[in-house]
């Protein structure tokens, strides 16, 4: 959809020195040929590795075959791919049957399961006990890996957290604005990155409960679920402001 905005954001990314990696959901995969030629040109402008998902959310809109095609070109380059699936505790036992439908496509592939972060739509959808195991406020940490996020209009986040869209005040900046070299000096200056990075996202909890500033459940999936509750209300991320300085 925005074809020439991504070869030109992964030459100048490449340029600037940066790794970069590109997550699909592949619904541009059709063709195998089509595939091929397009991950070609990607690679040839730097694109180090590429990420797809496939799931049984993902299986009602995208056909496997889009995601095989996928897997099978960016081998057949020799492009690094990796494949996400998302699960849900009542319909496990449908991976192996979206493995089985991805075919020898997965062979040599990274797959990573993950526990479904409930947002959005999802809220009124999934059942609350239907998601991974939660765990309690202490245990839970910002899981920042220094994979920088550039949305579809140039707005930069400091993760790829599922629940980005939430957490507005996350951005770090618009490359359409600022040079990527720039925005990448300036993520841990920026509120509120640079302070959960500093001092924890537990321990912000922590900040919030002493000062009564909104009621927090005990327990929550990971810590981007804490950090999306927190920094989603405006009035919260002010006074936090104000109170971490
Ligand atoms: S805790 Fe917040 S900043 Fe850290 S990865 Fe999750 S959403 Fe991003």
Known sequence: MYYDELKQIIAKAT???????????????????????????????????????????HRE???PNKVANLLKASKEIGLACGLNIL????????????????????????????PLNVVGKQEELIQKNDVADEVSISQLKCKFNRVLLINYDGDVYPCCSNYIKAIPCLKVGNIYEASIKDIVHSVTKKFPFGKIIMNGICN??????????MTLDDTYIDGCQLCKDIFSKEHVTEELKKLLG
């Open 15 to 57: 340029q600037e020195g940066f790794n970069v990696t590109c997550l699909t959901n592949s619904f541009w995969c059709d063709e195998y040929e089509y595939v091929i030629k397009r991950l070609k040109e990607l690679k040839a402008l730097g694109l180090k590795e590429i990420y797809t998902s496939m799931d049984v959310f």
């Open 61 to 63: 809109y995208i056909s």
């Open 204 to 213: 912000i909890a922590g900040v919030v409960k002493e000062n009564n500033l």
């Open 87 to 114: 699960c849900v505790k009542s319909r496990n036992q449908e991976l192996f049957s979206i493995l089985e439908e991805l075919g020898d496509a997965i062979f040599n592939v990274k797959v990573s399961v993950f």
